[in-house]
């Protein structure tokens, strides 16, 4: 499959993601769906020119990838 085309806004989304997912939360040592909190937490300290919207879309569009990666891996 051909690599997608990069553009600076989904490179800074992506590069924002792992910020925000160093406060991801746990229930007994299964992660957690990030949520708005942690979103907002991250954006207090490291604002963005980014659209709110289109933000908020990536980071839970990534997470939802790297949640079913650690889903597939517990189930092996």
């Known amino acids: 499959m051909p690599e997608p085309e990069r553009n600076p806004v989904s490179d800074e989304i992506e590069g924002c993601y792992m910020g925000v997912a160093r406060m991801r939360r746990y229930s007994e040592g299964i992660p957690l769906p990030l949520s708005l909190i942690e979103i907002e937490q991250y954006l207090q300290r490291h604002p963005t020119v980014i659209d709110r919207d289109e933000f908020d879309a990536g980071i ?3 997470d939802e990838i790297v ?10």
């Open 60 to 62: 839970y569009a990534i």
């Open 67 to 76: 949640l079913q990666h650690f889903k597939e891996k517990m189930s092996e």
